[in-house]
């Protein structure tokens, strides 16, 4: 029998940080209008799935509060003295945040040659932007813990204010990776400026984490290796923001590694495989921030009624454009199995 | 007169020196071991990890993808099968990311039998890492190759993955092409120059002869000894097992050549062409193994490809389908090929009566068109057998 009882209840998770603190208006409104596109991104995903438009349908809806505000606070560029980002494929809201367009992750999802993220070759929201060091995101949940050890290690040398920011989910805190990652970022001779971020949705496919997870929060685990820990409410903007900078600002500063664990919902379920129908019980981050705006006057429902439209036919309009591209030619199987030229070393 | 250890160090030297290597990583690689062989000792960049070889890898593909040149080191490739998502992760994010990001790491590490090592200090890897594309593999079976390899992997700005014969890290050269350019000819004098000292080393740093920058192109096989009667095709320790057994054998008439493939990907498809249609026979002989060996594809494109000109069925000689290499010294040799296991293979391939014949004279077979559409709506079907079998991976 699946155990259905949050392995955290609503009562024992952190209380919205600086839950007094607000953002300025001009902030809020921009975080608002990007997790508004990214939801509308995730809503069209999936209707392209169940329309045979594509084969597969992951994503984030419900980590937008939380995955834009990630994004807006990080440190985008190219190399060493920026952001290392190793994020996971329910990061779309964190590219859209970074600049990313939307256009390209519907190229994505069609498996058109016009995908810059992959070229046909991967699922929808595995990333990957050399340009602003966004490390591909793969389909295994967890390899990225391991991965990011060795952007850390390069940033720790450098020194500078570049840190590396890992993300996973709660399932995934489960392998071994995840305790790679904390042993090395907490190696006494060199410590790595690395930002470890659990996004807990308190669900592994259908698996809930409280029949599998004997620890009370994940970020726990990083006391154990003498590392700062942190607890966020994931589904609120504003929360999230300056849980996110205060972690930020800790790592960038000290070079030493945090775990930010946030409370967050996982609004669609896993994938297109478990229907990817909304779930009603769980609270709705775009929801509570559409409230938040109103109640503060900043912006009307009736606002956010319309400027969702907006935003949805012109996604439809990038849709419609996505869906008369073409797809890679057979021909291209073997390109990109081998480089070349260092491009990574800089290598033009 | 280098070791391949001694050859393993220099040439890690060199790379830090003139290839812009800037870490040489792994279990006991950094001071004051410098490597369970002791390949890494006084080595600049070399330090010591934690006992995690998922990290190990990982961190070595950070540490590329940062513009950085990582050499890391898995102390026995037995201890590498707890990677292989991350070494297929690593083979494929070029593709993935379709040309942006490139993963210019080396991973080394010493693999095979010979060094009565039990079940977790003898095993192969060739056959898993050849499996996993998007590397380059290469086997040295000297310190002249292994110095060269393992500098064109140092440059290569791909994953390159360098499997040491552990039985020969201490094997010299046996021949002139072996002997590593610019080393000295005494062993006594590199080893007093490079070896560190028994006891306290703080303080002490190597005295690195002037080799050269010589490097070893992959793909390009080494025959070691010319014949005409078979084909041997062999890498890493075998090779020299290969050809001692030759040498005997030419005193009973029977001329084997014997090609030591060196690099596994890419593997010099044209040197075991040639070869093999000069002798028409041919075996396969690697220690890893025998089901689902690397051999198996070879023999598989030579039946593919050479079929009409081969005398009698291409054969492998490997390691026995056993879950390990056992200690007793008659487990071991009945596990893996030996010398007389070797010669009973050469032999064996030498007197089999010849079977094949040449196809090029045979009526060919006409293929008549088609009487109705056969035609196959992919994306029809695929719709079809995704609504029956909902996708489910490892997604959570």
Redesign the interface.
């Known amino acids: 029998m699946t155990d259905m009882t949050p392995h955290v209840s609503p009562e024992e998770r952190p209380s919205p940080r600086g839950s007094t603190a607000q953002l300025p208006r001009e902030e809020l409104i921009r975080i608002h209008d990007l997790m508004i596109e990214g939801r509308l991104l995730e809503e069209r995903l999936i209707r392209m799935q169940r329309q ?1 438009e594509a ?2 349908w ?1 994503g984030g809806p419900g980590e937008e509060a939380f995955n834009t505000c990630l994004g807006l606070l990080a440190d985008k560029g190219q ?2 003295d920026h952001d ?1 980002f190793h994020l996971h ?1 329910r990061s779309s809201a964190t590219l859209l945040a970074l600049g990313g367009k939307s256009i390209d992750a519907l190229r994505q999802m069609h498996n058109t040659v016009t ?5 046909g ?2 699922f929808c929201g ?1 990333f ?3 340009e602003w060091n966004l ?2 995101i ?4 967890e ?1 990225q ?11 720790a040398r450098q020194g500078g204010k570049g840190i ?1 920011i890992v993300q996973g ?1 709660d ?2 805190s489960a392998e ?2 995840f305790a ?1 990652c904390l ?2 970022a907490s ?1 006494p001779m060199q410590p790595l400026p690395m930002l470890i971020i659990v996004a807990n949705n308190q ?3 259908s698996t809930a984490a409280s029949g599998q997870h004997g620890e009370k929060y994940i970020s726990d685990r990083g006391k154990a290796f003498g590392m700062k820990t942190m607890t966020c409410n994931g589904n609120d903007p504003e929360t999230a923001y300056f849980a996110i900078q205060e972690a930020m600002d800790y790592v960038r500063t000290e070079r030493r590694p945090l775990v930010l664990e946030c409370f967050l919902s996982r609004l669609y379920g ?4 478990s229907g990817a129908n909304y779930v009603e019980e769980e609270p709705d981050c775009i929801k509570l921030i559409a409230d938040k705006l109103d109640q503060r006057g900043w912006r009307s429902h009736e606002e956010t009624k319309k400027l969702t439209e907006a935003k949805e036919a012109e996604m439809t309009e990038w849709y419609k454009q996505v869906l008369t591209e073409p797809k890679p030619d057979a021909s291209e199987v073997h ?13 033009a | 007169m280098a070791t391949i250890a001694q050859a393993v160090r220099m040439a890690l030297h060199m790379g830090e020196a003139h290839l812009g290597v800037t870490d040489v990583f792994g279990e006991d690689v950094g001071p004051p071991l410098g490597g369970v062989f002791t390949a890494t000792q006084g080595l600049k960049t070399a330090w010591n990890t934690p006992l995690d070889e998922r990290g190990i890898i990982g961190a070595a593909m950070g540490l590329a993808l940062a513009g950085c040149n990582p050499v890391c080191e898995i102390q026995f490739c037995d201890y590498a099968f707890n990677t292989i998502d991350l070494l297929k992760l690593c083979g494929n994010t070029f593709w993935a990311s379709a040309g942006q990001w490139n993963v210019p790491m080396t991973m080394m590490t010493p693999v095979g039998a010979g060094i009565h090592g039990s079940l977790y200090h003898s095993h192969s890897f060739d056959g898993q890492a050849t499996r996993i594309p998007g590397w380059k593999i290469v086997m040295p079976s000297n310190p002249r190759d292994a110095y060269g390899m393992l500098l064109t992997a140092m440059a290569d700005p791909n994953p390159v993955m360098v499997l040491l014969p552990k039985a020969l890290m201490r094997a010299k050269a046996e021949a002139p092409y072996e002997v590593i350019p610019g080393e000295p000819d005494d062993a006594r004098e590199l080893r007093k120059r490079i070896d560190a000292p028994i006891g306290d080393r703080t303080g002490w740093v190597p005295d690195w002869p002037d080799t050269e920058l010589d490097m070893i192109a992959f793909g390009k096989a080494r025959t070691l000894r010319e014949g005409t009667d078979l084909t041997v095709v062999t890498y890493g320790r075998l090779a020299r097992v290969a050809m001692r057994v030759a040498d005997q054998l030419t005193d009973e008439g029977i001329s084997a050549e014997i090609i030591d493939l060196r690099s596994l990907h890419p593997y010099d498809w044209d040197a075991i062409v040639a070869s093999t249609r000069k002798t028409g026979r041919v075996l396969f002989l690697n220690e890893d193994t025998e089901v689902t060996n690397f051999g198996e594809h070879l023999i598989r494109r030579c039946c593919d490809e050479l079929f009409g000109e081969l005398r009698v069925a291409p054969r492998l000689h490997a390691g026995e389908h056993v879950p390990g290499v056992g200690l007793a010294e008659t487990l071991e040799y009945a596990s893996v090929p030996t010398a007389d296991s070797v010669r009973k293979a050469i032999v064996e391939l030498a007197e089999a009566p010849e079977v094949g014949r040449s196809m090029r004279d045979q009526p060919r077979i006409v293929r008549r068109q088609p009487t109705i559409d056969v035609t196959i709506d992919a994306r029809e079907l695929q719709a079809s057998v995704l609504s029956e079998y909902a996708f489910g991976g490892r997604h959570r």
């Not at chain 1, 390109?335 to 290598?347: L, Q, S, W």
């Open positions: 045979g084969y597969f992951i190399g060493l290392y494929y995908d810059p993220h992959s070229r070759r991967n595995h990957s932007v050399r490390v591909p793969t389909s295994p949940i390899v813990y391991s991965v990011a050890i060795g952007t850390g290690l390069a940033q590396t989910g399932a995934g071994g990776d790679s042993v090395w190696r669900w592994g496919i896993h994938s297109s495989s390109m990109f199995t081998f480089a070349e030229r260092n491009h990574v070393g800089g290598e």
